[in-house]
């Protein structure tokens, strides 16, 4: 008799085994263990005691001491206790073939095993087949570096780390970040951070800064406060974000100045501070600013207060700031994270509206699909996984980037047609999310580069 099983605690397993003493008899295999086939792609069939019925095609996926979870064609999980199970057959004609088993896979269906499995392999085919852009194929190392099998591995380090001591500034600082990506941080050459960070190009500067925050770098710190003193826009933004990531709470009175800044980057990189550092005086200090200010001020003032959790943020947000035809929809994408009902309605509103077929149009589409995901509205993903058949690469790679931002494991399968792109940088972008949806520790590395 099928049953689902709730997962019990270790005190409760432990009185299991005793009481039902032995697993189920296991037929053909040679020697294989239950355990060692919830790690191996093979089919089996489970016979019930009493009735003698059968269950054919299953895979299995989990094993404790009271019950035996698998998996069936369709994707269901199921469940039939030790004492309810006469014996497992693996059904012959097929080899025993160990599946490849992600960092944080476990617990994944069939379907999200194959999706994940082709990431890897088309990272090793982008890899191996890229010679005209060294942004693809130092990405699709990554991913073999963080993922593949053991030689593809090392080979794919090994790539980055020649790379990053190569003589051009600019692809040494594209393989030093990729390092960071790998979780090989101790690994980048602190020469070389440190000629970036003074290069005059300021694309390698940048860069150089966002990393520096990264590693927690502080002998960049003097220059990252010269930085911060610039006149462009971008460069200040970055360093802004990088001392925020030094943990430097004195840069506080300036991202609060530049809550008021006309510039967005300044404006973002204000936010992120301050949500980053903020305390309670932080929020007296916005809640001061509040006082007068308007527009988008006040609607970056009220984010920072919603992440710092007080109860004025999302107030403002929703009673003030959605009612600004100017703004409603960027503030419905924060609440609608939160589940906020009224957020929800409106976007689901905007995604029912006819629309043009323009990048900006789709863009948005996009955000507001994965808002809705976010807080937990299914329906949207049909409205997300139909943005991949775009035909605008950048598109594209949105959505790829808002199932990273996701990390829901779920949503593997709808970016496996992706992988199969002929542009790599959609390809690329497709392995990178089926990966980091699983891996939480590469996603969390992905997310803080992209901020």
Not at 267 to 272: L, N, S, T
Not at 353 to 371: F, H, P
Request: charged share 25%; aromatic share 4%.
């Amino acid at each position: 008799m099928k049953r689902d099983i709730l997962i019990v605690t270790a005190i409760s397993l432990g009185v299991c085994f005793a009481a039902f003493g032995q697993f189920p008899p296991l037929k053909g295999g040679k020697g294989v263990t239950l355990e060692e086939l919830a790690n191996l792609d093979a089919l089996v069939t489970v016979v019930l005691k009493n009735s003698n019925a059968v269950d054919k095609n299953l895979r299995v996926v989990e094993v404790t001491p009271e019950y035996i979870s698998f998996s069936a064609e369709n994707g269901e999980r199921l469940s039939y206790r030790c004492s309810d199970i006469k014996e497992i057959q693996i059904q012959e004609g097929q080899e025993l073939v160990r599946r490849w088993k992600p960092a944080e896979g476990v617990g994944l269906m069939p379907a999200q095993q194959q999706a994940l499995a082709r990431a890897i392999e088309r990272a090793k085919e982008l890899f191996q087949n890229t010679n005209d852009n060294q942004t693809v194929k130092l990405d699709a190392a990554v991913l073999l570096g963080v993922a593949g099998e053991e030689n593809d591995k090392n080979t794919a380090r090994t790539y980055v780390k020649e790379l990053h001591g190569a003589n051009d500034l600019g692809v040494a600082m594209l393989a030093g970040y990729r390092l960071y990506l790998l979780g090989e941080s101790e690994a980048v050459k602190k020469e070389v951070l440190d000629e970036a960070l003074n290069s005059g190009n300021r694309e390698i500067a940048n860069n150089a800064v966002t990393l520096a925050g990264l590693l927690q770098y502080r002998n960049a710190e003097n220059i990252l406060y010269r930085r911060l003193r610039d006149r462009r826009a971008d460069v200040a933004a970055a360093a802004m974000k990088a001392l925020a990531r030094l943990g430097n709470r004195d840069i506080l009175p300036a991202a609060l100045a530049s809550l008021s800044e006309r510039n967005p980057e300044k404006g973002e990189a204000a936010v992120f501070v301050l949500s980053t550092l903020g305390d309670a005086q932080t929020i007296d200090e916005v809640k001061m600013l509040l006082r007068t200010a308007e527009g988008t001020t006040r609607f970056r003032a009220a984010r920072v207060l919603s992440a710092l959790k007080a109860p004025e943020g999302d107030q403002i947000l929703r009673d003030e700031i959605m009612e600004l035809p100017t703004l409603q929809i960027e503030a419905a994408l924060v609440l609608a994270k939160q589940s906020d009902v009224k957020a929800m309605r409106i976007l689901r509103e905007r995604l029912l509206r006819r629309y043009d077929e323009i990048e900006s149009t789709l863009l948005l589409r996009a955000r507001m699909a994965a808002s809705l995901i976010a807080g937990g509205d299914r329906t949207a993903v049909p409205a997300l996984q139909g943005l991949l058949r775009s035909e605008m690469s950048s598109v594209q790679k949105m959505v790829c980037r808002l199932v990273v931002e996701l990390g829901n494991r779920s949503m593997v399968t709808i970016i496996q047609p992706s992988l199969e792109n002929k542009d790599p940088e959609v390809a690329v972008a497709a392995a990178q999310a089926a990966l980091a949806s699983v891996n939480p520790e590469f996603r969390k590395r992905l997310v803080s580069w992209w901020q």
